[in-house]
């Protein structure tokens, strides 16, 4: 019988732990993490709102793929940049309990990134759906 002691713990496979089984693991946390944003943030609820109000106004007028595929980016990375403004503020907030001048400076900025992120998409609103919407209104 082959022995085993020389082979890292991590390899080894416990019962019923199939890479299915792993994989719907994977999906699990990532909804309850998604769950926590939603629940948790104003923001991330108003972003997303936003997003489906954009996708409802790119359905009606239209748009085509590419300006979809922009569009659906564009939501998705808002909501990226959320979310990981509120990972850097938790685990700051964990790290560093008491007040400190990188800890504000590091939520600044991750917030200040989402500003940016959130000021493009409307950019990007008004170029793709700005002027068919003109146009369905106006004539």
């Known amino acids: 019988m082959k022995d085993d002691s020389d082979r890292p713990a991590s390899s080894f496979r416990h019962p019923g732990s199939s890479v299915a089984a792993k994989v719907a693991r994977s999906f699990y946390f990532a909804f309850a993490g998604l769950a926590f944003l939603f629940r948790t943030q104003r923001n991330a609820r108003i972003h997303a709102c936003l997003g489906a109000v954009a996708c409802g106004l790119a359905l009606w007028l239209r748009v085509s793929r590419v300006e979809w595929a922009v569009l659906v980016f564009t939501i998705a990375l808002v909501l990226i940049l959320e979310g990981l403004n509120t990972s850097i503020e938790l ?49």
């Open 91 to 139: 685990a700051i907030d964990l790290a560093s309990p008491q007040i400190h001048p990188f800890a504000k400076a590091a939520k600044d900025l991750a917030a200040g990134m989402v500003l940016i992120g959130a000021t493009a998409s409307v950019a990007v609103g008004a170029l793709i759906l700005g002027p068919p919407l003109w146009h369905r209104i106006f004539g």
